[in-house]
Structures are given as C-alpha cells and as structure tokens.
C-alpha cells in the first residue's frame, strides 16, 4: 500500500519537519498499533507496526514535493487497507503541517 502527500516543503525543511515530530509517528497509525522508527537514509524512515497479531513493514520517504508512506501489507490484512489509508491519510498530512 502507498500513501502519497503532497507537499510545498522542498525536501530538507520536509525530513526537518518529520525528524522532528518523529514521536508523532506513532499517532499516525490506528491507536491498537506499536510503531518502531529507523531513519535508514537522509529521506528514508523505515517503519515497523505491529498490530492485530502481524507485522507490518513500511517507510517514509521525503522527496521535493511529496512525502510517501509505504507499507507491505500481507494478503491477511489487505482487506483493511481502505480503513487504513482513511485513518493514516489526515494524520500524515497534519504531521507536514
């Protein structure tokens, strides 16, 4: 599943931005998920949520005008990926505000 936000930030204020509210992360994702975060590159945040019994592996990745939020949902968990793009979409875009 992939997640893109649009933004006017330009690419060094957007992983600023995200460094920063980094904590935040978490708040992004539905409230019943753990969420660990690993800055993997200079625009590369990779994220692992736990949550309803399975792991999920994803990322944030910063570029010039878009943030895209990545995760590798299993075939199990397909079935929620509309319920999850509803909840991470407005919380992603709050998070670059």
Known sequence: MRLTVPHTLGREAAVARIRAREHEIADIMPS???????????DRLDLRVEAMGKTI?????????????EFDLPAALS?????????????????LA
């Not at 592996?57 to 939020?69: N, R, Y």
């Open 32 to 42: 019943m998920a753990k969420v660990t975060t690993a800055w993997s590159g200079e």
């Open 57 to 69: 592996h994803g990322a944030v990745e910063v570029g010039d005008e878009t943030v895209s939020f």
């Open 79 to 95: 079935f929620a990926e509309p319920m999850i793009r509803a909840a991470v979409e407005p919380r992603a875009q709050k998070l």
